[in-house]
């Protein structure tokens, strides 16, 4: 395939023009044609995943034992954001607690505490729903044996206070 004229451009990182006045395009004689086909069509992705804004910042902040770090949603609204603990173990629980820390004004209006003895989504279940409170968000249930905790933001209280946490407490813990 042959092409008459010029094509010209200008490059502006170097400053130089180029140009190019015949392009020949043909195929490589020791290839041979194959057809191609068509991409067939991928099903839709239907793994459920969480945004970006609604991952929670510094998750770690929320199990290192101190009081003066904190995991936040970073973001007003985070209904429907979930934190998963991974106790390490089976334990029984009676009691999950979130301490705001030094944001005590950052706490959810209603969450729910699920558990679970596998990390498989299916598993969990949940145990305790109720409204937050300022200072520290206690949920108190039940005996369960568990060894995952997940906590999900239901309501937001309004759209100023973020959700943090500086530390995840449980009846398990010694302090």
């Given at each position: 395939m042959r092409s008459s004229g010029v094509a010209t451009a200008k490059n502006t990182a170097y400053k130089e023009d180029w140009s190019i006045a015949e392009l020949k395009l043909g195929i490589d004689p020791g290839q041979t044609a194959r057809r191609i086909p068509a991409r067939a069509e991928r099903p839709p992705d239907t793994t459920p995943s969480i945004p970006a804004a609604k991952a929670f910042k510094d998750l770690a902040f929320a199990t290192d034992k101190?009081?003066?770090?904190?995991?936040?949603?970073?973001?007003?609204?985070?209904e429907g954001m979930a934190i998963n603990i991974d106790l390490g173990g089976e334990y029984e629980l009676t009691r999950v607690m979130q301490l705001h820390g030094r944001s005590a004004e950052d706490y959810p209006a209603e969450y729910k505490i699920e558990v679970s003895r596998q990390a498989n989504e299916s598993?969990?279940?949940e145990v305790w729903r109720g409204a937050g409170k300022a200072g520290r968000s206690?949920?108190?249930f039940e005996p369960v044996t568990t060894r995952y905790i997940r906590i999900t933001a239901l309501k937001n209280r309004d759209n100023s206070h973020l959700w943090s946490i500086a530390e995840v407490r449980t009846n398990r813990d010694p302090d």
């Open positions: 101190n009081v003066e770090t904190r995991a936040n949603s970073g973001t007003p609204n985070y598993k969990f279940r206690v949920a108190r």
